[in-house]
Structure formats: C-alpha cells, structure tokens
C-alpha cells in the first residue's frame, strides 16, 4: 500500500476504481436524481422514464421509491440487476479512472457546490444514535426502510451513490484546496453536462495525483473531532445503512484477507464541507393522508412548542403536546409517530419545499406541516451532545439540488 493510501484509511478512506459511461451515452440523459426524491408525485418519474426510456440511464439501475409500494417491486429489482450487468457486459459503463472525483455542482439559482467523491469505510460506521464511530449518523435510522434497498443492493454487482457526507471544516483545508488546484493546472473534465428537470449542470475531475491525496488525508486529520469524529451523514443515511448491513452480512463468510480487500467493504459517497457556500439546510415538511382534522388536532393540541398546519394555501398555527425533545420537529414527529401507531390507516410522506406540500395538502383529508429550517452550523455539536437528530429533521437543498447518480464502483 503506497503512503497516501495508507494516510487515506487512518481517515476512513479508500480509493475507489470509479466506473464512467463510456462516450457514446448522454450524460445527460444517464444522470437523474436521487431515488428517495418526488415520492408523492409519481408524475415527476413517469416524465424521466420517458425522457429515457430508449437509452442507457441510472434510472434502470435504480428503483424510485414512489414505486416502492407498487406490486412489480420484485420484478423491477429483478430488472435493475439484470440491466447492471448489461451496462459491465456490453461496456456502456468503464473504467475510468482510479482516484477520487471532485464535483462542481451549479445549481439553476446560480449557487455552486463543491463535492469529492470517494470510498468511505463501513467498518468506521455506525448508524446507532450516540455512537462514538468515525462516520456518524445525523438522524434516526427507520429499520424498515432498510430491507427493500438490502433486496437492491445485496445482488448488485454495481454501486452508484446519491449519498452526500458531511465534514466541518470551517477554514476549508480539504476539499476547497482540491478545486483550486484543479483549476490552476487548467484540468479538463471527464464530464460536464446539464442535468435534466430542472437540475442545473455538473462538471466533475479527476483526482489521482498523489501530493493531493495525501494533503486530503493530512487536512481530514486536522478536523477530526477529539471524540473520534470526522463524518456525519448529509443525504443517503439509509443508503448508507443498506450497504452497511449488506457488508455486515457478508464479511461472516470472508477470510481476514478479504475483509480487508472486498470491494462492498467500501461505499461510494460525496463529501460536502458543512461550510460549503452552496451548502443549504431546507427544513422538511410533514403530511398525513386520509386523516381526520379534528381527530388529527384533538390528539396533537397542547401547551408546547408550536408548528405551522396547512390545507392548501391555509395555515394555521397549533401548539403541541410536550415531549422528551429540544427541537419543534423532534416533538411533532414524536406525537405522529403515536398517532400513526394508532391509525394505521393513515400514511406520511416527508416532502421537500412549500409549494410540493400545498399542493398535496389541498387534496381531501390530507394535512400538512410546515417546518423551519435548522442552522446547519449546529449539526456537528448536535450529533457530538446528543446523538442522532430525529429523523427527516433537515435536507440539503431542494429536490432537484439533491445528488444526481453518475459515477458508478464494483461491489463484487
């Protein structure tokens, strides 16, 4: 193992072979959003399946979760890893290089985002609130969402990451120096493309020299906290969970050697620096469907903390039971948590931006909940104290700022 890469798993690290479309696919038509997006509006998959239903695109590799209730699950999955080893087959998908990836991401708002996509340990993570691991969960992980995605991913030959990790690096000593960098040796990028509905363009570099990959390495041991942590999950955290347990579950049948040489040790991911400028914490909103009002509010009214509910382009403003939480989105999840317990027949989504919610709060017998956005500066120290944030508690970005798929890693 050379030095850098030595450096680079004392902080979790590893680097990865990453996998491209080769130059006859469209990147552009091969890049769509992360699959946990849009999953009230079904509408909004149905118009990418027809932008790509005739040409190679992550959207056959991946199930988007407005179909995760549909009957053809099981069918579907069966096609995402027939068509996984269809794109290694028939090289639609090559190797491309073997290093890191820095992305630059420009929003349609004109705000850019800087991102390394890397291997990151799943042995140096545990999803566990108050765990003391080096990768750290920033919300509740749901169980129940993890085994559909096991399903997916324990079959997979492939990998392709939606996942965004955070570090706090308030004086941007890791990933910022990377960009600059890049851009003074004038480095061309292996892709750079417009993304589709509404996603903005993404332009991505090659990472592979290694003076820098040592400096990331060096600059990542600076940051690490004094209690042994250096990342908390931004977007993916049952992603991540999913090739945790995959990982988990296989390394019982592995030699020492290859636990330590196994490709699904490993997981594809982007870091983010917390600080980044075109980093974005939107609040996420709550609603229930085929609920009753009154029934809703008789059980959730109170003396505590208040939250905004909506019908439409109504609001009104209620108080909430108290519960065993600082946070106004810890107490209402806690108390729709109960409430669902009670009326299975009832059903929540967690959507992404105002406008989404009033339209879908003004369909019969459906409530929303409007939310405030937490200051993302209070994330680390909050994980450090507390462990993991209720779940759904902030999102980075809107909807179609979230990570669209492209680069691609064997797992087996």
């Known amino acids: 193992m050379e030095s850098y890469e030595l450096a680079l798993s004392e902080v979790g690290l590893h680097i990865p072979t ?71 087959d028939e090289s639609i998908l090559e190797p491309s290089l073997k290093g890191f990836i820095l992305v630059r991401r420009t929003m349609l708002t ?23 691991s080096l990768v750290r969960a920033s919300e509740k992980t749901v169980m129940e969402r993890i085994p559909p995605r096991v399903q997916i991913r324990e079959n997979a030959p492939i990998e392709s990451p939606h996942i965004l990790v955070l570090i706090d690096d308030p004086l941007k000593k890791v990933i910022e120096p990377v960009y600059e960098t890049l851009a003074r040796q004038n480095i061309q990028p292996l892709y750079d493309t417009e993304l589709m509905m509404r996603g903005g363009k993404v332009a991505g570099y090659s990472v592979t020299d290694p003076i820098l990959l040592n400096a990331i390495a060096l600059a990542l041991k600076q940051i690490k906290k004094a209690d042994g942590f250096l990342y908390a999950m931004g977007d993916g955290n049952h992603s991540l969970a999913t090739a945790k347990a995959c990982w988990d579950q296989l390394k019982g049948s592995l030699s020492e050697e290859q636990k330590q040489t196994h490709p699904a040790k490993y997981a594809l991911v982007e870091l983010n620096n917390i600080h980044d400028q075109g980093m974005d914490f939107e609040p996420i909103h709550r609603i229930l469907f085929d609920v009753d ?115 691609c890693r064997r797992i087996r």
């Open 18 to 88: 990453i996998l491209l479309p080769s130059a006859k696919v469209p990147f552009e038509t091969w890049a769509v959003v992360a699959c946990d997006q849009f999953t009230s509006e079904p509408e909004y998959w149905q118009e990418v399946e027809r932008k790509v239903q005739s040409v190679p695109s992550t959207y056959h590799i991946i199930l988007p979760e407005a179909y995760l209730e549909f009957p053809d699950k099981v069918q579907r999955i069966e096609n995402i890893n027939r068509t996984m080893q269809q794109y290694l």
């Open 110 to 132: 004109g705000k850019v985002r800087t991102g390394l996509v890397v291997a990151i340990d799943l042995d140096e993570y545990d999803f566990h609130s108050g765990s003391k």
């Open 293 to 407: 009002k009154q029934d809703l509010l008789s059980y959730l009214q109170g003396n505590g903390a208040e939250v905004k509910m909506v019908q439409g382009n109504q609001t009104e403003t209620i108080r909430l039971q108290e519960r065993n939480s600082h946070l106004t989105v810890g107490v209402l999840q806690i108390l729709l948590d109960e409430y669902l317990t009670s009326h299975p027949e009832v059903k929540i989504d967690y959507i992404h931006g105002e406008a989404s919610l009033r339209k879908l709060s003004s369909e019969e017998n459906s409530i929303g909940f409007l939310l405030e956005g937490m200051d993302k500066s209070e994330l680390f120290p909050t994980i450090s104290l507390d462990g993991a944030l209720p779940r759904k508690t902030f999102s980075m970005g809107k909807p179609e700022e979230k990570r669209y798929y492209m680069e």
